[in-house]
């Protein structure tokens, strides 16, 4: 059984940071890349970010490039999200998730489909 938890998330203030992160388990993650997508009250799930297996070539949606960086640690199963120059519109809860896709990079990440979903986290930015 497949594991995602994230956790990190919060209530900040506009032009804050936070760091939300998401625990694998279950089974080796080796050839899986993960992302992270949203979900604001009222409106579709929407991709924000995703990671190759080799960490190369990160992809971005346009509204996040240049405040959020993803990363990963294969050593321990774990992705992170780090938001900087958080804004209102950014809140939502936060999904992290994974697919086997080994040969995956750039902007394909954000077509595939993900197999493995976390529960959420809520991130809420005040103005």
């Known amino acids: 059984q497949v594991q995602l938890v994230e956790s990190g998330g919060g209530l900040v203030q506009a032009g804050g940071s936070l760091r939300l992160s998401c625990a694998a388990s279950?089974?080796?993650?080796?050839?899986?890349?993960m992302a992270w997508f949203r979900q604001a009250p009222g409106k579709e799930r929407e991709f924000v970010a995703a990671?190759?297996?080799?960490?190369?070539?990160?992809y971005y949606a346009d509204s996040v490039k240049g405040r959020f960086t993803i990363s990963r640690d294969n050593a321990k199963n774990t992705e992170y999200l780090q938001m900087n120059s958080l804004k209102p519109e950014d809140t939502a809860v936060y999904f992290c998730?994974?697919?086997?896709?080994?040969?995956?990079?750039?902007?394909?990440?954000?077509?595939?489909?993900?197999?493995?979903w976390g529960q959420g986290t809520q991130v809420t930015v005040s103005s």
């Open positions: 998730a994974a697919v086997y896709y080994p040969s995956g990079y750039g902007p394909a990440l954000a077509r595939v489909r993900y197999d493995y």
């Open positions: 279950g089974r080796t993650f080796s050839g899986y890349a």
């Open positions: 990671i190759s297996w080799s960490s190369s070539s990160p």
